[in-house]
Every structure is written in C-alpha cells, then in structure tokens.
C-alpha cells in the first residue's frame, strides 16, 4: 500500500469507528494497492447477513450477534475473495484487502484431479477436502456425489464409445461404410449390408480418418485446446475424469449469440465456454459463493445460471437441431427471470448436507439451501423421471365397449419429455386383458409405432398395441435410415411427438368387452433410454424406468 494512501484511509478508518455504534461492523474493502473498491459484497461467512460496500469503498455489516467471532468476507468480480475471522460486533475500522487475480487464460495449466492419483504421492486432488470418505462427515460431499454422476462417466461412458466406434461392448465392430456414387453428387453413403455382421453405427465407421468434435461435450480436459483432433479411445490420467471439478471451476463465461441467447452452432462444448486457467504458482476456483475465503477462490454468477449448461445441451449437426434441452427451457416459461427455475433447482437440488467440504479442511456449517447436489440427476434417475409429468387416466365400461381416457401433463419439466439425445423415447402401453390374460381387441384409438420394437411384448416390443410414443425421430438424408442416433451424418426431423414444457397430451382407446365377465386395465407409462433396436445390436442392456402406472380392475 502506498505510504500516504495507507494514512489517509487509516485516519478515513479511526473516525468510522468513532461513529459505529455496537451491533455492527463496520470497515473498508480496498485492493492490494490501497485503492477503494465500491460495490463488494461483504458478508458474515456463511449467512445471509450481507451488504454492499459504498463509493468509499466503506461497508457497515448490522445485526451482528453481540458477544460471538464471526468471520466477515469480501468479494468484488475480478478479486479473489478474501476476509478476517475472530470479528465481534463493534469492531470499527476494519480493512479487507483483497487481491486481483489473473483475467488470462493459461493454456499450459495442468489440470486438477478430482480423485486420488495412482502413482502421484498422497495426493488426493479435490477428494482431499470434498470427499467424505476423508473425513468424519457421515452424508456426501461433492466429490462423492459427482462420482456418481453422468457427467464423471462421459469419457468413458461405454454406450458413448460403442456409438464412436461403430462397436457393441464386446468390441465386435460393424464394417465400414460402403459409399454409391454419381455423376451429378460424386459420392454417398450407402445402408449397411445387413448380410453382414451388423453391431449398429458408429462415427469411426462414416469418418475413419477423422477425429470429430465430440470430444469438445463428452472429454473436454483434453478437446479445450485441441477440439478437433481428440480420438476418445486415447485419453490417460485426468482426461478420463470426464467433466471433472476442476473444469467446471474453472469456467468464466459462456458465450452466446446475443439475438437468440443460444451457442452459436459452430461452438459446440468447450467452444463455447470462457476459462480463466491459472498462471503457473497460483490457482484459480470459480463457484456460486461469494464467502469461500480464504483461498484463491471467487464468485462467478454463470455457476447459478441455466447458460452454464447450454454449451453441451445445445447443439445442432448439419443444419438440424439434435440437442436442445437449453433451447427447450429458454422457449418455456421456466426461463422467467423473476418465476422460473434453472436448469440447477432440478438437477442440482438442496440435500440435506450441511457441509461441502471437510470441517478439517475449513469447512463450515451452512444453510443446507445453499448447498447444491453435484450428483446432477438426470435421464437415468427413477425418481426424477417419476416427478417429469403427471398422467391422469378415466376407465369406464359402457355396454360392450371400455373406454379409457388417457391425459398427460408435462408440467414438471423445463423442457420436452424426454430431452436432449434424439435416442430417448417415453412410451405409453394400454393394456386391457380378460380373467385368462386374453388381450382384448382395440376397436378405436391409436398404436404404438415400429420404433418401439417389433416383436415379443413381454421382451419389451411394442409395435402395434394401443398406446402412444412420444420421441423425436431423425431420418438419414442419404441411406433413409430412421430412426437414426448417427446424427453425425446429414439428417433430418422425420418426426417429434414429444411434450413440450407444460404441453397437454391426450388420447382415447376403446376396447370390444363383450361377454366379458371381468377385465384388468393396465396403464402404463415408462422411459426408454434408447430404440430397443439399436439397443440390441449394440448389446446394450438398459431397463425400461416406469414413469407413471395406474390398474383398474372392472367388474
């Protein structure tokens, strides 16, 4: 601090103590160079007790418990955050320094591991102060959580890769594309030989010598630099951690076009993302507080928002919107500034955890609703699937007919059901059978279509009993192939029967019932995680999620 700087404020410091009464803190936030900074958050850490210092850089925290040690934080965007502890109310005069920290990207930053690192010491990366499993915390900390995350799969995740490589999970691969060719387009792709031994599609097989941007969503510690030259079969150490703590601690910003508020289509995954990487000596943690201090830490408020996600749930190939959870939300009312939710309060919801990192690590105590749950749920989680929409059904027998009246309400999600990947279906299965399991003939409403499976009911194929598919199913340009997950290729929307967010559907379906004694109705409603087609080349073996059931029995 500069000599007569450093008197000024000290004397500035002496009289505001002389006029703060007790109850109350009062002080100065400046920089490391003595110079005032207006329009900190000063807070009591850990509460919601909190102001905004002045145009002096001068700050007066009320209703401080007398008598009790409080740790009072500051934080201003460009500066870590920083703080005193072992402040009781009336203290007067206080200075808060806090230090700039870098606004340059550093490519050469190695990242953080999240886990423990064979071969690397006792370092435990993250998991060292976020992890229960080092300390006495009897729920989990973030780092426990994430691991069971999707997002801690998605180098490795084996339904990702087989789809890269054109392989099943036995690693028996399809053959290579075969290409037609005319005078007029030169060459095209042709449909597989399915002559052939056939382990469904895969990006390796239309573009062998390419690498892809998928790397740029699903490995993104290794595509930041390189987005365009990253095979995922060939990552080690960190990079498998998928998106990992670190990654997304280190995010800045998003960018987005500022007409539609969406990525634009050719930043997919980390194009789209802004990074402060630290220079070499120091560290650089962005999250959703503003009172974690001491440390090399700050607030970033894109950690609270919907845009943090949008990067890697939007994306379009080709022209054709493939991803688009973020779009979807942004469309729906949920995207309200002052009534809606982000995608966070449903994917991050408040446990009951009390901590987010170890007490002998420097944690504290906190409101549990400011601690947010980094297991992400998502498409594979029944019980957030059970809370996705609501389905309310009406069955009555009139003379020799059953009719049931079917509505679903998806008023639960802040986008369509299902969302995202073009492969996820939800299927609803009307079933009415007699006291000997007879299904009964449908006289009116509609079935359910070749997509959810020809075959065997029992083994999961629909195709042909009453009932509706709500899916989003893409056609290949060149081959027709739909519906198609290779959306790599050119394709097109063939269809999209999927609720939008608060949309109403409804349908009808009439049974013959006659000489019918008594009669079982079972209403079924389930999530189906890929066409079971593609699921059985790629031997995938997914069970269907009930969603939502309801059984009559009449009389």
């Known amino acids: 601090m500069k000599p007569k700087r450093f008197w000024f404020y000290l004397l500035f410091a002496i009289l505001l103590a002389a006029c703060t009464p007790e109850g109350k803190i009062s002080g100065l936030i400046v920089d490391e160079n003595g110079n005032v900074l207006q329009d900190a958050v000063v807070r009591i850490k850990g509460t919601n007790n909190s102001t905004i210092s002045d145009q002096q850089g001068a700050f007066t925290l009320s209703g401080v418990e007398r008598g009790k040690a409080v740790f009072v934080t500051a934080w201003v965007k460009g500066y870590f955050i ?63 959580e994430w691991l069971l995350d999707a997002h801690a799969q998605s180098a490795i995740n084996m339904r990702f890769l087989s789809m890269y490589n054109g392989t099943d999970l036995d690693g028996n691969q399809s053959p290579l594309t075969r290409y037609g060719y005319t005078r007029d387009y030169g060459s095209f792709p042709l449909r597989p ?43 080690s150490g960190v990079e498998l951690e998928g998106i990992n703590c670190d990654f997304c601690h280190k995010v800045w910003d998003v960018t987005l076009d500022p007409q539609t508020q969406l990525p634009y289509e050719n930043q997919p995954g980390v194009l789209s993302m802004e990074f402060l990487r630290p220079p070499e000596g120091h560290q650089f943690f962005a999250g959703p507080l503003d009172d974690v201090a001491p440390g090399e830490d700050t607030f970033v408020s894109i950690q609270n928002e919907s845009a943090f996600c949008a990067s890697c749930h939007y994306g379009v190939f080709w022209n054709t919107p493939i991803y688009n959870s973020y779009g979807e939300w942004l469309d729906s009312d949920y995207s309200d500034a002052e009534n809606g939710q982000t995608c966070q309060d449903c994917h991050m919801p408040q446990t009951s955890a009390t901590y987010f990192a170890l007490p ?48 679903i309400v998806n008023d639960k999600t802040g986008h369509s059901v299902p969302s995202d990947s073009p492969l996820r279906q939800m299927i609803l299965i009307v079933q009415v059978v007699d006291e000997n399991g007879q299904r009964l003939s449908l006289t009116e409403g509609p079935v359910l279509p070749d997509w959810t499976g020809v075959g065997e009911a029992e083994d999961g194929y629909y195709a042909g009993l009453p009932g509706k ?51 079982t109705v079972q209403i079924k409603l389930i999530y189906r995680r890929a066409f079971i087609e593609l699921m059985d080349q790629k031997s995938w073996d997914v069970p269907d999620i009930i969603m939502e059931e309801e059984i009559y029995y009449l009389k």
């Open 82 to 144: 920083n703080g005193i502890n072992g402040l009781i109310a009336g203290d007067k005069g206080i200075i808060i320094e806090l230090h700039a920290h870098s606004m340059i990207d550093n490519p050469a930053y190695q990242w953080m591991m999240s886990t423990a690192q064979q071969g690397i010491g006792e370092d435990q990366g993250c998991a060292a102060c976020h992890s229960s499993e080092n300390g006495e915390i009897d729920f989990a900390l973030p780092v426990d």
């Open 193 to 235: 030989d399915r002559e052939l031994a056939y382990n469904g599609p895969g990006y390796k097989l239309d573009f062998p010598d390419s690498a892809g941007n998928c790397a740029t969503c699903h490995t993104p510690l290794s595509a930041l630099d390189q987005p365009y030259a990253v095979d995922p079969n060939q990552l």
């Open 360 to 407: 002998e690590q420097g944690g504290i105590a906190r409101d549990p609703q400011t601690i947010f749950s980094h297991q992400m749920t998502g498409a594979s989680d029944p019980e957030l699937l059970q809370n996705a929409v609501t389905m309310q059904s009406e069955v009555r027998q009139q003379g020799d007919r059953i009719i049931v009246d079917i509505k």
């Open 469 to 519: 598919g709500y899916a989003k199913i893409l056609q290949e340009i060149w081959t027709g192939i739909s519906p198609s997950g290779a959306y790599w290729n050119p394709t097109r929307i063939l269809s999209d029967t999927r609720l939008e967010a608060m949309q109403t559907d409804t349908s009808r379906y009439v049974f013959s019932a006659i000489d019918q004694a008594a009669v």
